[in-house]
């Protein structure tokens, strides 16, 4: 009965949320294709539709309660946020949250929300990323140590590398400096830390600068996800199937995962009429607006902490 009482599970959600901007102009930041007289016609109406649709995600993928961490990828700065944790759907759920500031072009930027009665921030940093030649400027990588209600010290790295635009083998070190700093900064952290590295990488398990990472002691507890309702992957292109959404973990963790999965929540899908199955419903088909969610599905990580 005692050790019942001592036992705690962290709920972990991954989600690139497929463009979460508002519809206000940054003059510092290229930001006008999502503005209500582009071309996309980004209206207040479809913004908030968007929150509420991010927002219904997350509630979804627990059953009972709201997950403790909720890492985004892909908002575009801390006014959604704010908007996200007290204005949509998410507004009596009680998240904080933590977010960067960083130089991409387009302003997008990642975030950590958490459950300040179940994780509490210790410190907070944001690891700039030094471009490689003919990279652009990208996002930085989000890091913060907290503690778990267990009394468990966790370090939370929340990544979204840059893109695979120009080819995947032209782009390829640009992911790879991204590696190359979060592997430069757990070196720095005690031998026994609990570390998590969870977001959008950009390129599957198999790739160089992911394998990378497992080569110093981090393990891909996502490598073989799957959902329920179809879903093979976090994401699907022309008909196939692909996770660039990915959760690692240092050694010390590995015995503390209970269950991994993708939430692919049949509100979350839609028939892929061209190549057959299902695929996620995003936002826009093209320059189509179809009030979907994202073009990426939610991972989720269920930790046992005793």
């Avoid at 990323?129 to 400027?137: A, D, K």
């Avoid at 790879?176 to 599957?204: C, E, H, S, Y």
Wanted: proline letters at 5%; charged letters at 25%.
């Amino acid at each position: 009965m005692l050790s019942f009482l001592l036992t705690s599970f962290l709920t972990l959600v991954e989600l690139n949320c497929e463009n979460l901007f508002d519809c206000r102009h940054d003059t510092l930041k290229q930001d006008t294709e999502w503005l209500p007289a582009s071309t996309r016609h980004w209206t207040p109406s479809r913004y908030w539709r968007k929150v509420n649709r991010i927002g219904q995600t997350i509630l979804s993928c627990q059953e009972e309660g709201v997950p403790d961490l909720v890492a985004l990828v892909e908002v575009e700065n801390d006014s959604v946020i704010f908007d996200l944790t007290r204005k949509s759907l998410l507004r009596n759920a009680g998240y904080h949250y933590l977010m960067t500031d960083s130089p991409d072009e387009r302003g997008i930027d990642v975030a950590l929300l958490y459950q300040p009665f179940m994780f509490r921030p210790l410190c907070c940093d944001y690891l700039s990323v030094t471009p490689v030649e003919g990279m652009r400027p990208t996002r930085d990588i989000l890091y913060v140590q907290g503690e778990y209600i267990s009394g468990d010290t966790l370090h939370v790295f929340v990544v979204h590398a840059p893109s695979r635009y120009g080819g995947e083998r032209v782009t390829r070190p640009n992911r790879q400096v991204v590696a190359d700093k979060l592997v430069q900064t757990i070196r720095l952290l005690p031998p026994d830390a609990k570390v998590i590295v969870v977001g959008d990488f950009n390129d599957g398990a198999d790739d160089p600068a992911l394998r990378f990472l497992e080569s110093h002691s981090l393990r891909n507890i996502t490598r073989d996800a799957t959902g329920s309702h179809g879903a093979k992957a976090t994401y699907r292109y022309q008909g196939e199937w692909g996770s660039i959404d990915h959760v690692f973990v240092s050694s010390l963790l590995l015995d503390r995962v209970e269950r991994v999965y993708i939430n692919d929540s049949p509100f979350l899908l839609e028939e892929d009429k061209k190549y057959g199955g299902v695929k996620p419903l995003r936002t826009y088909h093209g320059m189509r607006y179809q009030q979907g969610f994202s073009d990426h599905l939610p991972l989720v990580v269920r930790f046992r902490f005793e």
